[in-house]
């Protein structure tokens, strides 16, 4: 057996076959059942995700978790300020959507895949509204392999164009966005392009997540720690990986779930997506459909893929 890099993933070789990886997680929800926003909603979500630890595996370096994160509601007074001290004005709730970028740090990889990002918003007729560094905290202690593998986090803020009228069809577009950006860099086979991911890109809902402790998340997103963010539903996840080794992009909550346990069907089900692609048409989606194909990338984990 080949000598393993500790900040590589174990690939399938002698014994060891990474599909035979098999355990389960730790998920929360907490909601207000009148859907009031609060911050309370976000701390308690985060109160939750810290209960949950014992669900979640912690390697030989005590810093070093299979991942962590929450999904919340979209706090636009608190995203509208702070794009206001940069000079952007958001349009109103609604007519906006917000995507969390992981990005490579290596500057020239970066630069492409925001580029590409850019592309793919002007292509579908939609206005880019501008950029965010998301702000992380990191004093915090954290494993070397972590922080190896952690990504430059930016937001982009993207305003609906002339031809969306009501946020389901943004809500598509953005979808189609974010499939046809993720293509596009995929085909540009850059060095670091793995490092590429969107955790979320949507005009109601954003992730914070990543390859953190339960109790890391709230502390490394700054973003979390201030009152303004306001949710009134707060979905959370403490990873134990499964079936994949644990990475920033694999950490939940997903863009609509958080899952616990294994689709053991997984192989059957993306044949059976792929074999059945030409018959697949969408009243909604229309000719936008063709986009998004491959709908399913090798190497994601079973809820990613889902």
Known sequence: MDELDPTSIPVSQGLYNPANEHDNCGVGFVAHIKGTKSHDIVA????????????????????????AGILIQIPDR????EMASQGVTLPPVGEYGVGMVFLPKESASRLACQEEIER???????VILGWRDVPVD????????????????????????????????LERKLYIIRKRSGHA???????????????S???????????????????????????????????????????????????HPFRFIAHNGEINTLRG??????????????????????????????????????
Request: no cysteine; proline share 5%; hydrophobic share 40%.
């Open 201 to 251: 890109m949507s005009a109601r809902t954003v992730a914070y997540k990543g390859m953190l402790l339960a109790e890391q998340v709230g502390v490394y997103y700054r973003d979390l720690q201030d009152v303004r963010v306001v949710s009134a539903l707060a979905l959370v996840h403490q990873r134990f990986s499964t079936n994949t080794f644990p990475t920033w992009d694999l950490a």
């Open 44 to 67: 308690n979500g985060l109160l939750i995700l810290r209960n949950l630890t014992h669900r979640g595996a912690v390697g030989a370096d005590p810093l070093m978790g299979d991942g």
């Open 269 to 306: 089900n993306v044949n059976w997506i792929r074999a059945r692609q030409n018959a697949i048409s969408s009243p909604v989606l229309g000719r936008d459909l063709d986009k998004v194909w491959p709908l399913i990338y090798d190497g994601q984990s079973d809820s990613a893929s889902f």
């Open 185 to 199: 860099i995929q085909a540009l086979r850059l060095k670091y392009g793995k490092e590429f991911y969107v955790p």
């Open 138 to 169: 990191h004093t915090m202690p954290i494993s070397p392999y972590v922080k190896a593998k952690e990504p430059v986090i930016r937001q982009i803020f993207i305003g609906r164009g002339r031809d969306v009228m009501v946020t389901d069809a």
């Open 120 to 126: 793919a918003v002007r292509s579908e007729g939609q």
């Open 78 to 81: 608190f995203y509208r300020e």
